[in-house]
């Protein structure tokens, strides 16, 4: 008879089941001690715990699970202490605009300056300027600083007199306000961007106030926001009590928005629809309503004046050439004190609109889907600053681009200086001395007079590339 063999399996398995009885006891074991830990702490102390107190606690138990030694574990939340573990209050959204938010409890008093927020969202100050040309000291020379602080140490944080259950939005119209292409780029497009998505349920915090810019805009505003703009300079003894604060504005590009940066991918064509819906404004684009061959519906050319600098000296000799040519002439000059709805209609109407480079060019924003813009270019190679305020813009809004360079026999500088002065002969020695002496140059001390059979031609392509386009020959 053969011996008996022990196998070793049941040995294997006898080790296995004492691996498996060693660990069960184990996690017991640490769960009694999770228990004894937290559950005997009071939930009123949970509630006070910080984030960071939490996130520590919580790598202290992982180590002490792991068998890691103390030494360790005091390390490792060492280094996490030293972690800023909140997202940062403060960013920078372009290199025009820092924007700053806070969510929780916040606390606005305007007439201080100063946003309170719980210690838990932010442990230092900042300061900040809500306007978006943070690089240009003209602009922020008299607008006034905002500081974002984190409730006092040592005295109760600033009492509640109005809570609300809407975000706010916190901005200043000071700086280039009053230009109105200022207005746009600065202000109300990057205000569309941060705001539109709340679809009306935002409060506006301004700062800088100006009445007249406030009526002058209010159509806008209240496309925006549903409740009244508080003013922050004046909103004495009141502490406002939000859940959710954005201070400053997201800037993108002059006139335009980016779609992949703003909320839901809005676009500079949702913005023109908002001020279509604003002024009542009844051309979405400029395509004939009726029968496109109809005669008694002449191209409407829409002139913009001027009456101080980069003036039109023969701007009824244009008229009439346009008019020689098949157009509904219409001149304007708009100023600060001209009706903003009024004027966008009027631009509305237009087919092509024609002006020297400046801020009434802005109404472009007021133009059908299709419509043509001539910029007339002062000479003095500012061939760069018409490109990058309307040039640029103009696709993205769907309109048609020219525009008419003028030359110096064209030009009132061939009455201020000899043709072989630099203004004429190295236009870029004077843009080395600063924008103030190219502004003085060429912006503030020129005006134009453009040859009516060049301007002709202009006038030709733009009708020719119009929706509803009538080819004429040249």
Same mark, same amino acid.
């Given at each position: 008879m053969k011996p008996l063999r022990t196998s070793p399996r049941p040995e294997a398995r006898r080790t296995g089941n004492a691996f498996i009885i060693a660990s069960m006891l184990l996690s017991l074991c640490i769960m009694s001690l999770i228990k004894a830990r937290y559950c005997a702490v009071p939930f009123g102390k949970l509630q006070e715990s910080t984030e960071l107190e939490l996130?520590?606690?919580?790598?202290?138990? @992982?180590?002490?699970?792991?068998?890691?030694p103390a030494s360790k574990g005091e390390k490792v939340s060492g280094e996490i202490a030293a972690m800023d573990l909140k997202k940062p209050l403060c960013v920078e959204t372009s290199r025009r605009s820092d924007v700053c938010?806070?969510?929780g409890d916040v606390r606005v008093k305007g007439s201080w300056q100063t946003i309170f927020v719980h210690p838990s969202l932010a442990s230092q100050e900042w300061k900040m300027k809500p306007y978006a040309r943070k690089h240009d000291?003209? /602009?922020?020379?008299?607008?006034?600083?905002? /500081?974002?602080?984190?409730? *006092?140490?040592?005295?109760?944080?600033? /009492?509640?007199?109005?809570?609300?259950?809407? *975000?706010?939005?916190?901005?200043?119209?000071?700086?280039?306000?009053?230009?109105?292409?200022?207005?746009?780029?600065? @202000?109300?497009?990057?205000?569309?961007?941060?705001?539109?998505?709340?679809?009306?349920?935002?409060?506006?915090?301004?700062?800088? /106030?100006?009445?007249?810019?406030?009526?002058?805009?209010?159509?806008i505003l209240k496309q925006l926001s549903k409740y009244e703009i508080i003013d922050a300079d004046n909103d004495q003894d009141v502490v406002r009590?939000?859940?959710?604060?954005i201070i400053g504005l997201n800037f993108h590009k002059e006139l335009g928005i980016d779609p992949a940066k703003a909320p839901n991918g809005y676009s500079i064509m949702d913005f023109k629809e908002m001020?279509?819906?604003?002024?009542?404004l009844e051309r979405p684009t400029a395509e004939p309503l009726g029968d496109q061959w109809d005669v008694r519906r002449k191209p409407r050319l829409l002139i913009i004046s001027r009456k101080t600098s980069r003036v039109f000296l023969n701007e009824r000799g244009m008229s009439d050439m346009a008019m020689s040519l098949g157009f509904d002439v219409r001149i304007a000059d708009p100023d600060v004190a001209t009706d903003l709805g009024k004027f966008a209609r009027l631009v509305n109407s237009a087919d092509v609109m024609i002006g020297v480079h400046g801020a009434g060019l802005t109404n472009i924003v007021f133009l059908p889907?299709?419509? @043509?813009?001539?910029? @007339?270019? *002062?000479?003095g190679n500012l061939e760069w600053l018409a490109r990058d305020t309307f040039e640029n813009p103009s696709p993205d809004m769907q309109l048609?681009?020219?525009?008419?360079?003028i030359q110096a026999d064209e030009s009132t500088l061939s009455d201020q200086y000899p043709r072989d002065h630099p203004v004429f002969t190295d236009p870029q020695s004077i843009h080395k001395k600063g924008w103030n002496e190219l502004s003085r140059t060429y912006l503030e001390n020129q005006d134009v007079k453009p040859h009516l059979g060049r301007l002709r031609i202009t006038l030709l392509e733009a009708l020719n590339i119009m929706p509803h386009s009538r080819?004429?020959?040249?």
């Open positions: 996130a520590m606690e919580t790598l202290r138990m @992982v180590t002490a699970k792991r068998g890691d938010e806070a969510v000291r003209p /602009a922020l020379a008299h607008i006034k600083e905002w /500081a974002i602080k984190p409730f *006092p140490d040592q005295e109760p944080a600033p /009492a509640c007199t109005v809570n609300y259950t809407i *975000p706010a939005v916190v901005f200043s119209i000071g700086g280039y306000t009053g230009n109105l292409f200022h207005d746009f780029t600065d @202000v109300l497009v990057p205000l569309f961007i941060t705001s539109y998505h709340f679809h009306g349920d935002v409060q506006f915090v301004i700062a800088d /106030a100006k009445s007249w810019w406030l009526s002058k805009f209010s159509l009590c939000f859940p959710r604060v001020l279509r819906k604003s002024y009542g889907a299709g419509a @043509v813009l001539i910029q @007339v270019v *002062p000479m048609k681009y020219l525009d008419y360079r080819k004429m020959t040249q």
